[in-house]
C-alpha cells in the first residue's frame, strides 16, 4: 500500500490519542441499512490479514475509514418514474403535478433501495503526531474532510484544519521555476501548471518537458504564474504539488523502493507493515521540507 495523493490537515500535537484503537473500534462500519444509501465506519487497515483498527511505526498511525454505498443509477430512477406518470396520466386523464411527482420518486427509491448493489469503498489516512498532521488518500478536499470528520466522530474532539501558509504557495512555486534555489534535497519534476493571475486568464499545462528551459522563462516573463508543480525529493519521492498544498501523483522512487525489495519479507503483514514504515518515514521528511519552505502554521 502507497498512497497516491495527501490532502493534509493539522491538529495540536499534544491531542490524546492513547485510547485511539478503542475509539475507532466503537465508531466501526456496519453494512449499510435496506433503505439507506450509504453507510461509513473505520476498517481494519490490513483487512482480513489484521483485525485492528489501527497500525502503529513510531509515531506514526495507519487508519482506514471504509464505506458501502447503494449503487441506484438516476436514468433507472426516472426511467420507471415516467412509466409511472404515463400510466397515471392515461388513467386520469391529466398530468401528475410536482407534489405527486416527488412522492413517487419517493416511494420508487424506497422500493428499489433494498435490491441495489452495494459497493464498498475505501479512504487511507495517515497520522503523524509528530508533526500534527493527518495525510488523507485523496486530492478531493471534500472527501478528505469525510475522513477527518469520522476521526472527529469517533475521538469526540479533533480540531484539524487545512494547511495554512504563511507565504503565498503559488509564489514560491513560480519562484523556483525561475530560478530561485529550492529547499535542500528538492529538484524540479517535468510538469507544471501556469496560469495568467487575472480571472479567466491563460492556463498553460505542461509535461515531459525541461522546466528550466527557455520556453517556459517567456511564460513567466509574460506573468504567468506556477498553480502547480512537479517536485522530486532526494530521488526517494516524485510528487506534483499544488498551490492549496494538496500533494498529487505521489510516487515513491526506485531509491526508495529499493529497500522495500531487500526487506525479504514473504509475510503479508510483514511487507505490509514494511511498506507502511517506509512510506511514513518518506512523508515525514517530505512534511518536515514543505513546512519549512512555505512557513507552515501550527495548529493552537
Known amino acids: 500500500m502507497f498512497f497516491r495523493n495527501l490532502t493534509l490537515f493539522r491538529f495540536p500535537t499534544a491531542l490524546d490519542l492513547s485510547d485511539l484503537e478503542q475509539q475507532l473500534g466503537d465508531c466501526a462500519l456496519k453494512p ?24 502503529v511505526c513510531d509515531d506514526a498511525l495507519w487508519l482506514t475509514v471504509g464505506g458501502e454505498d447503494k449503487l441506484l443509477p438516476g436514468a433507472v430512477v426516472n426511467d420507471l418514474l415516467q412509466k409511472k406518470l404515463a400510466a397515471i396520466e392515461e388513467k386520469e386523464g391529466r398530468k401528475p403535478g410536482g407534489r405527486t411527482r416527488k412522492r413517487i420518486k419517493d416511494e420508487l427509491i424506497t422500493e428499489l433501495l ?15 503526531r509528530q508533526h500534527g498532521v493527518i495525510a488523507v488518500d485523496t ?11 469520522e476521526v472527529r466522530r469517533a475521538l469526540g474532539s479533533f480540531p484539524a484544519l487545512p494547511l495554512n501558509a504563511e507565504t503565498a504557495p503559488r509564489a514560491i512555486l ?3 521555476i525561475a530560478g530561485d534555489p529550492l529547499p535542500d534535497g528538492l529538484a524540479l519534476g517535468d510538469e507544471c501548471e501556469l496560469r495568467d493571475p487575472v ?21 513567466l516573463d509574460a506573468g504567468k504564474q506556477a498553480t502547480r508543480l512537479a ?11 499544488g498551490e492549496d498544498l ?9 531509491g526508495a523502493v529499493d529497500q522495500l525489495e ?27 521540507v514543505l513546512e519549512a519552505a512555505f512557513r507552515l502554521s501550527q495548529a493552537q
Open 246 to 254: 494538496i500533494v498529487r501523483k505521489f510516487k515513491l522512487l526506485d
Open 231 to 241: 517536485l522530486v525529493l532526494d530521488d526517494h519521492v516524485s510528487f506534483v504539488l
Open 174 to 176: 513560480t519562484s523556483w
Open 114 to 128: 433494498p435490491r441495489a448493489f452495494v459497493r464498498p469503498v475505501r479512504t487511507d489516512a495517515l497520522i503523524d
Open 199 to 219: 480571472d479567466s486568464g491563460a492556463v498553460v499545462k505542461i509535461q515531459r518537458m525541461d522546466l528550466s528551459g527557455e520556453e517556459i522563462a517567456k511564460h
Open 32 to 55: 449499510v441499512g435496506a433503505l439507506e444509501l450509504s453507510s461509513r465506519g473505520f476498517i481494519p487497515p490490513m483487512g482480513q490479514h489484521d483485525a485492528a483498527f489501527q497500525h
Open 262 to 288: 531487500s526487506s525479504g519479507d514473504d509475510d503479508i503483514v510483514a511487507e505490509l507493515q514494511t511498506r507502511f514504515a517506509l512510506m511514513a518515514g518518506e512523508f515525514k521528511r517530505l512534511f518536515g
Open 139 to 149: 486530492s478531493s478536499r471534500k472527501s478528505a474532510e469525510s475522513v477527518v470528520s
